[in-house]
Each structure stands twice: as C-alpha cells, then as structure tokens.
C-alpha cells in the first residue's frame, strides 16, 4: 500500500479510477478550496487544472491515458471533458448548456449527463465527435436529475440509471440503440456505476427491507447480491475488472464507511488486507485487471489520502 502524495502546491489528492498500466486520476487541490484534475503516472504527477473555472476531477481513465471528467468554465458552469494531452477539451452539451462525464472506454468514446433544451437531463454518449442523447427509462420531466451514464466498455455497452415512467430510478444497460432496464435486488431503487468488457455491471441494488447492496448483473440480466460488511449496512459497487472483482464502499457494525473488495466469493474489509497503520480506507474508487486497486484513506486528522494497493 502507497500513499501517492498529491501534486505539488497542492494539500490533497482524491482518486476515482485507475487503468490497465496503473495510472490514476482524480482531483487534487489545496486550502483554498479550489481544485484541478490531475493523472499519476509512474511515481509522478500530472496537473491538467480545469476549463478555466475552480473545480475539476477526473472520473474516468483509459488505456492511453486519457482522461475524461468533468469541470467548471470561468462561468462558473459545469461541462464535460475529455483530456489531449495535458489538456481538457469541453466536449459539449445536449443542448441545456451544461454537461458532466463519467466514464471512458479505449476508444475515446465519452459517456456521462446533460442538460437537454427542454431543462430535462439526460445520459448521453460522445462518439465520434458527437454527443448522443441515449434517452430515458420513462423519466417524465421534472423528475430527471439523476438520469446518468457512468460507465461504457470496449463494446460501447453503457450503463447507468434512470427515472422511470413509473417514478423509481433503475440501472440500466443501453446497447445500439435499446437501454434495458436491469432491475432490482427486490426493492424500488438500483443503480449502475461500472461495466467490465465481459458485460458484467455493479452498482447499488434496494433489497425489499430497504438496504440497499452491491451487485454484479450479467448479460442475461441475472443480478447477484454481493452482500455487505455488516448485518444491517448498506454497500456500494464502483468499479469491476474483467475478473469481475469487484470493490467499493460498505458500511461497518458501527456505522463507518469502509473500502471492501469481492473477490467472487465474499466482500472483505480492505482494511484488514493491509499493514495496519494511521490510514482508514474508506472507500476503493477503481479496480485494474492486475489487481491495482487505487482507494481514499483518511487519517487522523480528516485528511484525504490517495492510496494505491498492489497485490503481493
């Protein structure tokens, strides 16, 4: 486990994903309150700053290294990005002046939400130079804030979650066109984060009790319960690999918010696979087929820390 530090001039570093060489990405800023998108790349840092305004992160990184995320404008607007270079280009909107972007897959092609003409938001997928509105699960408007793509694989099978015409938000999965809505663990609510290039998806899944679960659906649309770290806590799935290990957050008996890994058997604490130290990992934001997985620890004091983890 390596504490990967922060930019220099800058205080933190904050992690949400990882590629297949091991480079990460994220958002780092200072005391003042102002922060910037950033690439760690073989024990060094990369600042790519903003689109001008004071906040941008990095959400998403693919094999070449190129980033996409989001950032404010000097307008103080947020806008989705993709990296070229050590540079953000502003990918553009669907029409309502603002955009965010979630993930990215080898190919360049961008997914994540936009604001449409008619004040609606919308997941979309930028392919080509162009930015696709991919539709809704049903989202009657007005109810349409958190309809979002997050994540997109090799074969361009997004994923994400949507309001439906019935009122709840599901994930979904879209392929060519068609988004299906994936379901539940046997609550109203899911929602999807990641999917590997084995078309396998995680997310956070309602149980009829009113938890809510990690899960790995598959292409047939079978969901899987990948549990939690405590008898009454919730668990969230933010990444997977094509081994489809998956890892993410999980409540504790006692309330606190830990990093976990399912290893296709069980979810652990990945606090007990590490040295013991000052560092609490609270949450473990992605995943390579190696094994990396990049998380945030907390020390002490409330500060965030990026921590990457190497399998021995």
């Not at 879209?174 to 609550?187: D, S």
């Not at 590997?196 to 047939?220: M, P």
Request: glycine residues 18%; negative net charge; aromatic residues 8%.
């Amino acid at each position: 486990m390596v504490d990967i530090g922060a930019p220099g001039g800058d205080s933190f570093a904050v992690p949400r994903a990882i590629n297949t060489s091991g480079q990460i990405t994220g958002s780092a800023g200072g005391d003042s309150g102002s922060s910037g998108v950033f690439i760690y790349s073989n024990g060094k840092f990369a600042y790519l700053g903003t689109l001008g305004g004071n906040s941008g992160i990095g959400n998403a990184i693919n094999s070449s290294g190129r980033v996409a995320g989001y950032s404010t404008n000097y307008a103080g607007t947020y806008r989705a990005f993709i990296s070229k270079g050590k540079s953000l280009v502003d990918i553009g909107d669907l029409g309502g002046g603002s955009a965010v972007a979630y993930g990215i897959n080898d190919a360049g092609a961008v997914v994540g939400s936009s604001v449409t003409a008619d004040g609606s938001n919308h997941p979309f997928l930028y392919l080509n130079g162009k930015m696709i509105d991919l539709g809704t699960l049903g989202s009657p408007q007005g109810n349409d804030w958190w309809n979002s793509a997050q994540g997109i694989n090799k074969s361009e099978v997004v994923v994400g979650y949507s309001y439906t015409s019935g009122g709840p938000f599901r994930g979904f999965a879209w392929a060519t066109g068609k988004m299906i809505e994936i379901g539940t663990l046997g609550g109203l609510y899911s929602q999807a984060y990641a999917i590997n290039n084995r078309n396998q998806a995680t997310g956070i899944a309602y149980l009829a009790n009113g938890l809510a679960h990690a899960f790995i659906a598959d292409a047939s649309g079978k969901m899987k319960d990948l549990g939690a770290l405590a008898q009454l806590g919730d668990s969230w799935g933010f990444a997977i690999n094509d081994s489809a290990i998956v890892v993410g957050q999980a409540q504790t008996n006692n309330g606190a918010d830990h990093a976990f890994v399912y290893n296709g058997t069980k979810m652990l604490d990945l606090n007990t696979l590490v040295p013991p130290g000052s560092l609490i990992l609270i949450e473990a934001d992605g995943i390579n087929n190696a094994g990396q997985i990049v998380c945030t620890g907390e020390d002490n004091q409330g500060n965030l820390h990026t921590m990457l983890l190497t399998p021995q």
